[in-house]
Nanobody, 118 residues
Framework: QLVESGGGLVQAGGSLRLSCTAS????????MGWYRQAPGKQRELVAT???????PYPDSVKGRFTISRDNAENALYLQMNSLKPEDTAVYYC??????????????WGQGTQVTVSS
């Protein structure tokens, strides 16, 4: 399973760091990512990272957000700087986890709320 933490309330221009930890039967983890969903909107991609490094960021977060991972700790992070009110959303962690040889399964975390006040 995936468990997120680090959300909260912050003023515009502030920073937050989200964390996500995977636990359970884990042989390895492929791509990990952060997604977000604002009220009344569809869930959208924020950032993804493979074992080799991150993929290009969407324009909405480019230059402000940084995704990273710790493969030894099965952990994923999202450093969010220069936050804007439009970043307000529930942020979800996602991962493709090898539970055993031949058994790859996609998991979602429960989500953590990020609220940016103007």
């Amino acid at each position: 399973q995936l468990v997120e933490s680090g959300g909260g309330l912050v003023q515009a221009g502030g920073s937050l760091r989200l964390s996500c930890t995977a636990s359970g039967s884990i042989l390895g983890i492929n791509t990990m990512g952060w997604y977000r969903q604002a009220p009344g909107k569809q869930r959208e991609l924020v950032a993804t990272i493979t074992r080799g490094g991150s993929t290009p960021y969407p324009d909405s977060v480019k230059g402000r957000f940084t995704i990273s991972r710790d493969n030894a700790e099965n952990a994923l992070y999202l450093q969010m700087n220069s936050l804007k009110p439009e970043d307000t959303a529930v942020y979800y962690c996602n991962a493709d986890i090898w539970e055993s040889i031949g058994a790859l399964r996609n998991y979602w975390g429960q989500g953590t709320q990020v609220t940016v006040s103007s």
